[in-house]
């Protein structure tokens, strides 16, 4: 597992429209309005001038009536459904990005990875550079897990060949799974590390069968329906917790 550290930052003063901005709300012409006309308080209590000076980490925006902690980064994991493709400027489907609040959208969120549009499941989405290339980079050998309904009946020659390694085009040795367990004569939970581009699907049918349905389960020990990700729901998005963030070998300081 990756550890990453967070490490402590000095924060500075900085004034009510700054802080907004960084967090999303808009220009900093948008945020000095947003001030002025009194939609904004702070830790509850309401600031009509725009270069007040506060200090994060510890502050909470409400803003239009809605609460937003200050976060210097944002660690999101979306239960993503089918039918979305994980780009701001899709194709052929809507974008991810419109299951988000739009300042998350507006301060640089990006999503760890990418599903197609077709596939279902486990997505992080971070503004934290550094977070996303650890996630994402298949040197780093994060475990993903997926669920795949396949089109033919899985044999049992077919788990070996996965386990062992099968070749794919372009790629200079065997991939092999982490595991391979089947669920059911057609339904198979298998685990990756390498997050090669359509891995599974090209793993799959080397393996001689054909990807129907897939869904991501889990990325490291972090999966849907555990921990701070249980009861969140298709189509939802929830911040992950410190404990989350560690399950991913992500630890704060």
């Not at 702070?42 to 925006?61: D, M, S």
């Not at 996630?135 to 475990?143: G, L, N």
């Not at 070749?167 to 390498?194: F, M, Y």
Request: net charge neutral; proline share 6%.
């Amino acid at each position: 597992m990756i550890t990453l550290l967070a490490m402590p930052t000095p924060y500075k003063p900085q004034t009510l429209e700054r802080l907004l901005q960084s967090q999303g709300f808009g220009s900093r012409k948008a945020c000095r309005l947003l001030v002025e006309s009194g939609r904004v308080t702070i830790n509850g209590e309401r600031y009509l001038q725009a270069n007040t000076l506060f200090t994060p980490p510890t502050l909470t925006f409400n803003v239009n009536g809605e609460d937003w902690p200050w976060r210097q980064y944002l660690y999101l994991a979306l239960y993503k459904p089918a039918g979305f493709e994980c780009s701001r400027t899709p194709q052929h489907h809507n974008s991810v990005f419109g299951l988000l609040p739009p300042h998350f959208v507006e301060r640089g969120i990006q999503p760890v990875g990418r599903l197609d549009a077709d596939t279902t499941g486990l997505l992080l989405l971070t503004d934290d550079g550094d977070f996303n290339h650890a996630m994402a980079s298949p040197k780093r050998h994060v475990p993903k897990t997926y669920q795949i309904q396949a089109r033919h009946t899985v044999s049992d020659e077919q788990i070996v060949a996965l386990l062992a390694g099968v070749q794919l085009h372009d790629e200079p040795a065997p991939l092999a799974a982490l595991a391979a367990e089947k669920q059911s004569d057609t339904v198979l939970e298998l685990t990756i590390d390498q997050g090669k581009y359509h891995q599974v699907k090209r793993m799959l049918a080397a393996a001689g069968n054909r990807v129907d349905g897939l869904h991501r389960l889990a990325i490291g020990t972090l999966r849907l329906g555990e921990g701070c990700l249980a009861g969140l729901a298709e189509g939802h998005w929830c911040e992950l917790d410190a404990t989350a963030l560690h399950q991913l070998g992500y630890t704060a300081v």
